[in-house]
């Protein structure tokens, strides 16, 4: 059995010494590979699914030369006559898509042809039907196209014996079509990734229930779930538990019993009710990374027995931050999936902002077009990592570097936009 190289490579780092995101996204990928096993599903099914083995393509594709346009297909060295920059050929015959003419287009000759038609012998070129012109038994076509014009290459797409998909892919719809080109009715992939989810905090209520003074309604569970959701997941969630060290630890040790990952909100925090890291770390091993990150400052990362866990803030926006940055990668790369970085474009700055060195920030900003039609980011106004209203008026993350101590309006940022962030 492979060695699991566990906590080793999550030596905390001096509380002094704020760990840098890519520092944790590294320890992360040194740390955790996939845990999920393959099973085949029908290809119907296989989207969104991590690919588990290599699709090799059984045919070329196309598997013959075929016809890219509709229009009329002849022999260029043959095609003579008609008046100038115009041929007149002889028309013997029709080709539609899923047929095959049966004998040869000889010289002079042409065949009226369409879109996927296999292409008769005797024919090299194909002129497109709106430069031409048919007549009394004829069609005028083009003098000037080039040999080969408008005709697809058997295998132009694919060779038989070709991988065409790699393991680790996160299938799309384009990756599914892809499959069924070459025959596929059915592809490996990697079983979905068992998440268990929970917030911690006597303070949290579940939405549509009573909220004395001093409560609030649960927010974490249903952004992280809907998170999770978007990349696959197969969550279970086991809603709000109070700050009882006891409770804490039989639902972690049960959640652990029968998941892949063990997420929670809250609890990991430094404070004498925040039990989740005291418990993970009796149960299993726990760091609490300070992150040089805004929002999302405090992390933990273990194991609860052998079984990853995932500690966010509690904070609604550090919360989702920190699961976008740390926990999107960690999911994908337990499920599977190649390491696939978020999507990220430079963007204009329609704001000014300032900060101190040493940390890196992520600033909630919606995007608009400037007067000469280039993107603009417009930061949010407020940057309160507990404002989750920030986040739907946001279309994505300024990414601010950590040595940097200004944006000015007009400044080219990088942005990260939020449709990448979720999926």
């Not at 025959?183 to 990734?193: A, C, E, I, Q, W």
């Not at 609890?267 to 009710?273: P, Y």
Request: contains cysteine; charged residues 25%; proline residues 8%.
């Amino acid at each position: 059995m492979e060695k699991d190289c566990r906590m080793d490579c999550f030596a905390a780092p001096a509380p002094s010494a704020p760990l840098p995101l890519d520092e944790a996204l590294a320890r992360v990928q040194r740390a955790y590979g996939a845990v999920t096993e393959p099973e085949e599903v029908p290809l119907r099914a296989a989207l969104g699914r991590i690919l588990a083995e290599p699709v090799t393509a059984t045919v070329n594709v196309p598997p013959v030369a075929v016809s890219a346009m509709d229009g009329w297909g002849y022999g260029k060295a043959g095609a003579v006559g008609g008046d100038g920059d115009v041929l007149r050929l002889a028309v013997v015959g029709r080709v539609p898509a899923g047929s095959v003419f049966a004998g040869t287009v000889g010289p002079g000759e042409a065949v009226r042809i369409f879109t996927g038609a296999p292409i008769p012998a005797g024919v090299d070129t194909v002129a497109m039907q709106e430069d031409c012109r048919a007549e009394d038994g004829a069609v005028l076509v083009p003098a000037g196209l080039k040999r080969g014009a408008n005709i697809r290459d058997a295998g132009e797409d694919m060779t038989a014996g070709s991988v065409v998909l790699t393991p680790g892919l996160r299938l799309r719809a384009q990756e599914v079509g892809l499959a069924a080109a070459v025959g596929r009715s059915r592809l490996s992939v990697r079983k979905r990734l068992r998440v268990v989810l929970f917030s911690t905090g006597d303070e949290l209520r579940e939405p549509g229930t009573e909220k004395p003074e001093g409560a609030i309604y649960d927010a974490n569970r249903y952004t992280l779930a809907a998170q999770l959701d978007a990349l696959g997941a197969d969550v279970r969630d086991l809603g709000i538990l109070p700050d009882k060290p006891d409770v804490t630890r039989a639902a972690l040790a049960d959640a652990a019993a029968t998941a892949d990952l063990v997420v929670t909100s809250g609890g990991a925090s430094v404070g004498e009710e925040d039990h989740v890291k005291r418990v993970v770390g009796e149960l299993g091993s726990v760091d609490l990374w300070k992150l040089a990150l805004k929002p999302g400052k405090p992390l933990a990362l273990g194991r609860i027995g052998t079984t990853p866990f995932l500690g966010l803030p509690g904070n609604p926006v550090s919360a989702m931050v920190t699961f976008m940055l740390v926990g999107r990668p960690l999911v994908l790369r337990l499920s599977g999936a190649e390491s696939a970085p978020a999507p990220r474009c430079l963007v204009v700055a329609g704001f000014e902002f300032r900060k101190k060195p040493g940390r890196r920030e992520f600033l909630r900003a919606r995007l608009a077009t400037g007067p000469d039609g280039r993107p603009v980011a417009h930061k949010f106004p407020s940057d309160s990592s507990g404002v989750l209203t920030s986040m739907v008026e946001a279309d994505g993350l300024v990414d601010m570097p950590a040595d940097a101590t200004a944006i000015h309006d007009g400044d080219m940022v990088e942005f990260l936009p939020f449709t990448g962030l979720f999926a």
